[in-house]
């Protein structure tokens, strides 16, 4: 099937399918699960709803990112993941605080698959499946201890995948979210950093930057001018280094090319035109405020 037609196809609320091979599973439980995993992260995981999951990050004391995380909730226990690629260091954050807390973390790579399925309704026969808008559009993770061949519906290529994350400015590891990046930066959404939830890693940072208003560089969305699609680098404004691009990649949906970057915030004015170091030029098409 086109591409073009399976894109239209899901925003239209039909559903659709992709295995998560790239992440990284555990499972968190024990009464203190949630006061543990509180500890460590800028969400509120006592407001998540059971069968729902939240993106988020656990920092270092600097306000940085230390590993991205999505989070789901089930009634007597967090499922966690996590990319691949950052596996050994999202492991030992995880657990490396645990002292006196009664909770437990259980890697569940060898027992668990992981399948994001797109759809308003979720898929029957799944004990856990949590609702989120990992993609930017209403879908559910299925955590499946068998392999799964197909849902009866269509598979979601990578192109696609990629080009609905960049259009919901969804940040991901390795590209947005570095441990050069202070979360305020990065995570648009406030289910991923509450200012109004006890202590945590990093807390007094994003709380004096929140307050004080100084968050320099703040995530935006930009459409390219031209018809290739530019090249991660530096952005500028006549000679004046601005920004930097981070991911990029052809949209369905605004079928152009488009990019996710860092710019700062005195320069995020939706219109604006700026260029790349190597003269591709990129129009500003969202500008959201930071958070809070």
Same mark, same amino acid.
């Given at each position: 099937?086109?591409?073009?037609?399976?894109?239209?196809?899901?925003?239209?609320?039909? &559903?659709?399918?992709?295995?998560?091979?790239?992440?990284? +599973?555990?499972?968190? =439980?024990?009464?203190?699960?949630?006061? =543990? /995993?509180?500890?460590?992260? &800028?969400?509120?995981?006592?407001?998540?709803?059971?069968?729902?999951?939240?993106?988020?990050? !656990? %920092?270092?004391?600097?306000?940085?990112?230390?590993?991205?995380?999505?989070?789901?909730?089930?009634?007597?226990?967090? =499922?966690?993941?996590?990319?691949?690629?950052?596996?050994?260091?999202?492991?030992?954050?995880?657990?490396?605080?645990?002292?006196?807390?009664?909770?437990?973390?259980?890697? /569940?790579?060898?027992?668990?698959?992981?399948?994001? =399925?797109?759809? /308003?309704?979720?898929?029957?026969?799944?004990? %856990?499946?949590?609702?989120?808008?990992?993609?930017?559009?209403?879908?559910?993770?299925?955590?499946?201890?068998?392999?799964?061949?197909? *849902? $009866?519906?269509?598979?979601?290529? &990578?192109?696609?995948?990629?080009?609905?994350?960049?259009?919901?400015?969804?940040?991901?590891?390795? *590209?947005?979210?570095?441990?050069?990046?202070?979360?305020?930066? !990065?995570?648009?959404?406030?289910? !991923?950093?509450?200012?109004?939830?006890?202590?945590?890693?990093?807390?007094?940072?994003?709380?004096?930057?929140?307050?004080?208003?100084?968050?320099?560089?703040?995530? @935006? %969305?930009?459409?390219? +001018?031209?018809? $290739?699609? &530019?090249?991660?680098?530096?952005? *500028?404004?006549?000679?004046?280094?601005?920004?930097? +691009?981070?991911?990029?990649?052809?949209?369905?949906?605004?079928?152009?090319?488009?990019?996710?970057? *860092?710019?700062?915030?005195?320069?995020?004015?939706?219109?604006?035109?700026?260029? @790349?170091?190597?003269?591709?030029? %990129?129009?500003?098409?969202? !500008?959201?405020?930071?958070?809070?």
């Amino acid at each position: 099937m086109n591409e073009k037609i399976i894109y239209e196809k899901l925003i239209q609320g039909q &559903p659709g399918w992709c295995s998560l091979r790239d992440r990284s +599973l555990w499972k968190a =439980y024990g009464k203190d699960r949630t006061k =543990y /995993l509180n500890g460590q992260i &800028p969400a509120d995981l006592s407001s998540l709803p059971v069968g729902q999951s939240l993106h988020t990050a !656990a %920092l270092n004391r600097k306000g940085r990112i230390d590993c991205e995380l999505w989070i789901a909730n089930q009634e007597d226990a967090f =499922y966690i993941d996590a990319p691949k690629e950052s596996e050994e260091s999202t492991e030992k954050r995880l657990t490396s605080f645990l002292v006196a807390d009664k909770v437990s973390i259980e890697q /569940l790579n060898d027992s668990y698959r992981l399948y994001h =399925y797109f759809g /308003l309704e979720s898929p029957k026969g799944f004990e %856990l499946c949590f609702f989120n808008k990992r993609f930017g559009i209403p879908g559910w993770d299925i955590w499946s201890q068998t392999v799964i061949e197909n *849902f $009866s519906c269509m598979e979601v290529p &990578p192109r696609i995948l990629e080009s609905l994350r960049l259009e919901a400015m969804i940040p991901r590891w390795g *590209f947005e979210l570095t441990a050069n990046v202070i979360a305020l930066e !990065a995570f648009l959404n406030k289910e !991923a950093i509450s200012f109004t939830k006890g202590c945590y890693v990093g807390q007094e940072i994003i709380s004096r930057i929140h307050h004080l208003g100084q968050v320099n560089h703040l995530l @935006t %969305l930009f459409i390219c +001018l031209d018809d $290739s699609i &530019p090249q991660c680098v530096q952005l *500028f404004d006549q000679n004046q280094a601005v920004g930097r +691009l981070t991911s990029s990649c052809y949209s369905f949906g605004y079928e152009k090319p488009i990019a996710l970057g *860092f710019l700062r915030k005195e320069y995020r004015k939706e219109g604006n035109v700026l260029r @790349t170091s190597n003269d591709y030029c %990129l129009k500003i098409l969202k !500008a959201p405020p930071p958070i809070g």
